[in-house]
C-alpha cells in the first residue's frame, strides 16, 4: 500500500511549456484561414524591400550615365533616373505601411483569440491543479506572458520580415551587379553570427539580475513608506535609507553593466560593417583594375551594402526580443494545448434515482501536506440524499482539508465515491467573491442563462431583498473595487444566492458564513438553511448553531473522527462536542 505522503510529493509544481512542435502547431492553427491575408502581406513586404533596390541601383545607373559621357550638360535620361528615385521611394514606402500595418493587424487578431484560449483554458483548470500550483505562476502566464507577448510580436515579426527580406535581396542585388560583390558580401556574414553568438546568451541573465534588483529596491521603498510610522517609532529610519542605498547601488551597477554589454555589442556590430565595406571596395577596385567594372557598379553594389546595414542592426537587436517573446508564447501555448487533466478524486458513477446508496462515501481516506504529517487519517462518512451533515473541531484538525478532498480539489489515500456528477458538487468557502462587474453579472456566473426574474428569486430565497433595494441601479449596480463595496455579510449572502442558482445536489460549505457578526448570524443562518433545502450538504461549522440543525455531526480532532452523532446524542455523550456546546452557550 503506498503511504500518505506519496499522495502529495513535496516539490514545485508549475503550468506546462510548449515545445517547437506545439508552438507551430498552435500558429498554424491561429491562422486557419488567414493564409491568404498573410500571403498577400508577405507579397507587400517583398515588393517594398524589391522597391528599396532601386534607390543605390539606380544611382549606380546614374554615376555611369553622366561619367561616360564625353560632353557638357545633364543628360535627358537623368531625369528619367530621377523620377523613378522619386516612384520607388514613395510607392516603397506605401507598400511598406500598408503592409506592416495589415501585418500588424493579423497578428494582433491572432494574439486576441490566444490570450482568449489560455484565459479559457485556465479558468478550466482543476482545483486541484490550481491549488498544485500556486496562484503566483498562473498570475505571471496571465499577465507578464500574455503582456509580452501582444506587446511584442506586433512590432518584431513586420521588423524581421523586412529584414529578412532586404538583406535576401540584398545579397541577390550584389550578386547580380558582379558575383564576386556577393562573395565579398557573404565574407562579412560570419562577423554578425560571432556577435549575435555572444550577445544572445550573454544579456539575458544581466537583464535578470537588474530587474531583480529594481525589484528588491521597490520592495524596500514601499516597505518603509508603508510602515513609517513603525520605522519612525523605533528609529529605524537610517537604516532602512542605508538598505535603500545599497539597493539602489545594485540598479545602477547592473545597468552600467547593461549598457557595456551592449557598446560591445554595438562595437562589434560596427566592426564588422566597416570590414564589409571594405571588402566590397577592396572587390571593386580590383574588379575595376582587372575587369573594366564601372564606377557605378562600384559605387551601387557599396550603397545596397550601406542600406542593408540598418536592416542587419535591426535584425541583431531584435533577436533578444523574440527570444522573449517565444519564451512567453511557449508558456502560453503549453497551457492552451495541454490541458492539465488530474487523475479523479472522485469515482463517479451514473446517478440513480431508485438507489439508496449515499451520494458521497468517505472510505478510509488518509492525507498529508507534508511528508510525515498526516492531516487526516482513517477518515470514513457518508452523505444520504436531502441529509445535513456537520463536520467540526478545533482549528487543525482537517475540516477544511476534508472539505477540499470531497470536492475534488485535493487528491487522498483511499477512495471517495459519489452518485452524482462532479458539477452536481458545488463548494463554498468562507470567502466570499465579489467580482468588479453588476450584480447581475457576479450571480450569472453560477447560471449564464438565468433571467431577471430567476435572479431576484435567488436573492429573495436567501434574504438578499434588503441588498436589492439597498442598490441604487438594482440589479445594474457595479460591485467590487470600482463600484459599489459589500460588506462581508452581503457577501455571503451574494456566494448563497449563486449556490441557489446553481442548484447542485450536493453543497459543501467550508465555514461560508464565518465573517457574520451577531448581528448578522441568525440572518445568515436563515439564509443558509434557505439555500440548502432539499439538497444534501456537507457543512464545515464555525458556529454550533449551524451544525445543531444538522442531521448528523462528525467531530474531528487531529486528524480523526472522534465522535459522530446527532446534537442530542452527542450532548448526553459529554465528549468533545459537549464541552465545545457549553463554553459556546456559556460565552453568549
Given amino acids: 500500500m503506498s503511504s500518505a505522503t506519496e499522495s502529495t ?58 561619367t561616360g559621357r564625353g560632353e557638357s550638360g545633364v543628360p535627358s535620361v537623368v531625369w528619367w533616373q530621377l523620377a523613378a528615385l522619386a516612384v520607388a521611394a514613395i510607392a516603397g514606402g506605401a507598400v511598406q505601411f500598408f503592409g506592416i500595418v495589415a501585418l500588424g493587424r493579423v497578428i494582433d487578431t491572432m494574439v486576441a483569440e490566444l490570450r482568449e484560449k489560455f484565459i479559457s483554458a485556465t479558468l478550466d483548470l482543476p482545483e486541484a491543479e490550481v491549488e498544485r500550483i500556486g496562484v503566483g505562476d498562473i498570475v505571471t502566464h496571465a499577465a507578464t506572458d500574455t503582456r509580452t507577448v501582444s506587446d511584442d510580436l506586433p512590432g518584431i515579426l513586420p521588423t524581421l520580415a523586412s529584414a529578412i527580406f532586404t538583406i535576401v535581396l540584398t545579397v541577390i542585388g550584389t550578386t547580380a551587379i558582379d558575383w564576386r560583390f556577393g562573395i565579398a558580401f557573404l565574407l562579412a556574414m560570419p562577423l554578425y553570427v560571432r556577435a549575435l553568438r555572444w550577445y544572445l546568451p550573454a544579456v539575458p541573465p544581466v537583464y535578470s539580475a537588474l530587474r531583480s534588483a529594481d525589484s528588491t529596491r521597490g520592495e524596500r521603498v514601499l516597505t518603509t513608506l508603508t510602515a513609517l510610522p513603525t520605522v519612525t517609532a523605533f528609529h529605524a529610519g537610517p537604516a532602512r535609507v542605508d538598505g535603500i542605498r545599497s539597493a539602489t547601488w545594485d540598479v545602477a551597477q547592473w545597468e552600467v553593466r547593461a549598457r557595456i554589454m551592449q557598446n560591445r555589442f554595438f ?82 458513477a451514473q446517478p440513480d434515482s431508485g438507489s439508496d446508496d449515499p451520494l458521497v462515501h468517505v472510505d478510509d481516506i488518509r492525507f498529508a501536506y507534508r511528508p510525515n504529517h498526516l492531516v487526516l487519517d482513517g477518515i470514513t462518512m457518508t452523505l444520504n440524499a436531502g441529509e445535513r451533515v456537520a463536520i467540526v473541531g478545533s482549528t487543525g484538525s482537517g475540516k477544511t482539508t476534508l472539505a477540499k478532498l470531497v470536492a475534488g480539489v485535493r487528491e487522498p489515500i483511499g477512495r471517495i465515491r459519489t452518485t452524482v456528477e462532479r458539477n452536481d458538487i458545488a463548494y463554498l468557502s468562507q470567502e466570499g467573491r465579489v467580482f468588479s462587474a453588476t450584480l447581475r453579472e457576479n450571480l450569472a456566473l453560477a447560471a449564464p442563462g438565468a ?102 455531526i462528525i467531530v474531528l480532532e487531529k486528524g480523526k473522527v472522534i465522535e459522530e452523532g446527532s446534537h442530542d446524542e452527542l450532548l448526553s455523550a459529554c465528549g468533545r462536542y459537549s464541552r465545545l456546546w457549553s463554553t459556546s452557550t456559556a460565552s453568549r
Fill in 9 to 66: 510529493p513535496h516539490h514545485e509544481q508549475r503550468l506546462p511549456v510548449a515545445d517547437w512542435r506545439q508552438m507551430r502547431t498552435e500558429i498554424a492553427t491561429l491562422a486557419a484561414g488567414r493564409w491568404w491575408h498573410i500571403g498577400g502581406i508577405t507579397l507587400l513586404l517583398l515588393i517594398a524591400s524589391t522597391a528599396s533596390l532601386v534607390l543605390p541601383l539606380t544611382i549606380g545607373w546614374i554615376v555611369d550615365t553622366v
Fill in 451 to 552: 433571467s431577471d426574474e430567476d435572479l431576484h428569486a435567488a436573492l429573495s430565497t436567501v434574504c438578499a431583498d434588503a441588498l436589492v433595494t439597498s442598490l441604487p441601479d438594482g440589479l445594474d449596480t457595479v460591485l467590487g473595487e470600482e463600484g459599489r463595496r459589500l460588506s462581508g455579510a452581503d457577501a455571503q449572502l451574494l456566494a448563497l444566492a449563486r449556490l441557489v442558482l446553481h442548484d447542485p445536489q450536493v453543497a459543501i460549505l467550508d465555514e461560508a458564513t464565518a465573517e457574520a457578526d451577531s448581528r448578522n448570524a441568525s440572518l445568515l443562518d436563515e439564509a443558509t438553511s434557505r439555500a440548502l433545502a432539499g439538497r444534501a450538504a456537507i457543512v464545515i461549522a464555525h458556529r454550533l448553531s449551524q451544525a445543531r440543525v444538522c442531521h448528523r
Fill in 267 to 348: 562595437g562589434r556590430i560596427s566592426l564588422a560593417e566597416a570590414i564589409c565595406l571594405l571588402l566590397i571596395l577592396g572587390c571593386g577596385f580590383l574588379l575595376a583594375s582587372l575587369y573594366g567594372t564601372t564606377l557605378g557598379q562600384i559605387t551601387a553594389a557599396s550603397l545596397l551594402f550601406l542600406q542593408v546595414t540598418g536592416p542587419i542592426s535591426m535584425l541583431m537587436f531584435v533577436m533578444d526580443d523574440l527570444q522573449s517573446a517565444a519564451a512567453s508564447l511557449a508558456r502560453v501555448v503549453g497551457v492552451t494545448r495541454n490541458p492539465v487533466q488530474t487523475s479523479p478524486t472522485t469515482v463517479t
